[in-house]
């Protein structure tokens, strides 16, 4: 049984906060806008995946770690509303369009998809979502960040290290294979990274300040140049080993630095369980 702690948060997030959350950082910072705004249909449709799961999941331990998966993700995706609903104010009147879109799909892959493919695609987000985490914290990806969105992503990241086993366990329970976790996993990864690039891009071009405080369209091309030097040093050699047949989540230690921060968290937390 894994170490998991389920934290009921209760964040404020500042009317008005601006959605370039890091400053002066536009593109990265609608990145991670379109981040959140994905997870409140990403993250029930982990939820609905896993229960279907547990009808087939005879381990009781595993049956618990699922349990407490499905109740952090629960509680990420309403914190994560909270934050889009005041980004939302800023007024991006085309994300009710993508959004549904994304729900639609989230919905179809629900209903129309095997079991085996819907827990393929969880493990491809939980295993980039171990990888984002590790180099986030290893390279200060939230250094300078809104300190509410910071706590936010951190509280998140936390947690999904936390349960970084639990898909990967289900998938190889109910079903295992190699060669269809690292298709559908990374058709996940594709499917859930283009609808953040489209949003993060029309956010982007929303935003009247390209132009003029964030330097146009060669200042921009710079940002994102100097962005893409640490992800290939630090992030890929992590997303790549996820792709091979050895890997496996429990290779993976929880550092006495991400441990302290999952105690501030707990602390902070208005409930634990
Ligand atoms: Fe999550
Ligand atoms: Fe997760």
Redesign the pocket.
């Known amino acids: 049984m894994q170490d998991i702690t389920v934290r009921q948060m209760d964040f404020q997030f500042p009317d008005g906060m601006d959605p370039v959350v890091i400053p002066g950082e536009p593109e990265q910072s609608y990145g991670i806008v379109g981040l959140s705004l994905l997870?409140p249909y990403?993250?029930p449709y982990?939820i609905r995946t896993m229960k279907e799961a547990k009808k087939v999941v005879t381990d009781p331990e595993l049956r618990a770690d699922l349990e407490k998966f499905s109740a952090?993700?629960g509680?990420?995706?309403q914190q994560h509303i909270r934050f889009n609903n005041v980004i939302r104010e800023w007024g991006f009147p085309r994300l009710e369009e993508f959004e549904n879109e994304l729900d639609a799909d989230y919905r179809r892959f629900s209903e129309t998809k095997s079991l085996r493919w819907n827990l393929a695609y969880a493990e491809g987000f939980e295993a980039f979502?171990t990888a984002g985490a590790r180099f986030s914290f290893e390279t200060g990806g939230n250094d300078g960040m809104h300190p509410a969105a910071a706590d936010l992503f951190a509280w998140?990241l936390i947690?999904?290290f936390e349960?970084r086993t639990v898909a990967f366990d289900v998938y190889a329970h109910v079903c295992g294979s190699y060669p269809y976790r690292l298709l559908v996993g990374t058709y996940g990864q594709w499917h859930m990274g283009r609808w953040i690039g489209r949003v993060a891009r029309y956010m982007t071009q929303q935003d009247e300040r390209m132009e003029t405080e964030y330097g146009g369209v060669e200042a921009s091309k710079a940002r994102r140049r100097a962005q893409l030097a640490p992800m290939r040093k630090h992030l890929l050699p992590k997303l790549l080993r996820t792709y091979l047949p050895s890997y496996t989540p429990h290779d993976i230690e929880m550092t006495r630095e991400l441990k302290l921060m999952a105690k501030h968290y707990s602390r902070m937390a208005v409930r634990t369980s």
């Open positions: 997870l990403l993250e982990l952090q993700e509680q990420h995706y979502t998140h947690e999904e349960h």
